[in-house]
């Protein structure tokens, strides 16, 4: 079973930023798409924005378009979500997997909490 480490969430106020980073197996970094996802408590987990494998495609949810901003790092072999003008709507657990997500990869998570 291979996992994800999600790490960098924490609580920040609205208007602040954050930056969560992703370890990803050797395996897939470089064949695969990596994505972002949140989950509150009570609803389904829904992708937040997403990396092609050459870097060069990248999707994002209509709400975090503009504010979020996701890259690769080869050299750490991670992937990056930098969040900006955060909203208390923004508070999740974030997750990152492949795309589609796979059951066997989804790591602990790290929470963002976003006060108002």
């Known amino acids: 079973q291979v996992q994800m480490v999600e790490s960098g969430g924490g609580l920040v106020q609205a208007g602040g930023s954050l930056r969560l980073t992703c370890a990803t197996p050797?395996?897939?970094?470089?064949?695969?798409?990596i994505a972002w996802y949140r989950q509150t408590p009570g609803k389904q987990r829904d992708l937040v924005a997403s990396?092609?494998?050459?870097?060069?495609?990248?999707h994002y949810a209509d709400s975090v378009k503009g504010r979020f901003t996701i890259s690769r790092d080869n050299a750490k072999r991670t992937v990056i979500l930098q969040m900006n003008s955060l909203k208390p709507e923004d508070t999740a657990v974030y997750y990152c997997?492949?795309?589609?997500?796979?059951?066997?990869?989804w790591g602990q998570g790290t929470r963002v909490t976003v006060s108002a």
């Open positions: 990396i092609g494998s050459s870097n060069s495609s990248t």
């Open positions: 997997n492949k795309s589609p997500p796979l059951q066997g990869y």
């Open positions: 050797i395996s897939i970094f470089r064949t695969t798409t």
